[in-house]
């Protein structure tokens, strides 16, 4: 009996997993211009989520949250599509970004503070960025946009990227 209750939770367990991923696919294709050709991943292609989730592991085992998981693959992709830039093009893209980020932060922070999480996001992008060159430098595709499913303590994936 115990045997079929396991194997019975495993199907859940897929049939949640596949509803979160169907779910994440179908979020992204609304958020899609018309005029972009979606394509669900297809058997022998790369799933950049997968990809996503390997090359963020280390900055998402420090993450508390949910939220704070989302933050960081936010981030995380950022860099990614930095990283496929010219070096040159590299900063200087690198530094709006920054610009925009501490932005947002005025009248939240102090100058002081502002300038402290300027130097730690130039830190965490930088290192991203040689994450990717290092160990993903044969993967060029642009990541377009993502969504993140959490559900009873499941956190789905769904990513969007040129082919």
């Known amino acids: 009996m115990a045997r079929k209750s396991k194997e019975f939770s495993k199907l859940l367990n897929q049939k949640h997993h596949d509803d979160l991923q169907q779910k994440g696919l179908e979020t992204l294709s609304n958020r899609a211009d018309n005029d972009i050709d979606i394509r669900v991943h297809a058997e022998g292609e790369l799933k950049m989520s997968e990809v996503i989730e390997e090359f963020m592991a280390p900055y998402l085992k420090q993450s508390e949250s949910p939220e ?22 590299r900063r200087k893209e690198r530094n709006i970004i920054l610009n925009a980020l501490c932005d947002n932060q005025k009248g939240v922070l102090s100058d002081a503070d502002i300038a402290e999480f300027r130097a730690d996001m130039v830190h965490l992008i930088e290192s991203l960025i040689e994450r990717k060159l290092s160990l993903f430098k044969n993967i060029e595709r642009r990541i377009v946009d993502f969504e993140m499913q959490d559900s009873r303590g499941n956190v789905h994936l769904s990513v969007m990227s040129t082919i």
Do not use: F, R, T, V
């Open 68 to 89: 704070d998981q989302k933050s960081m693959i936010g981030m995380g992709i950022i860099a990614w599509n930095l990283a496929l830039l010219p070096a040159k093009k």
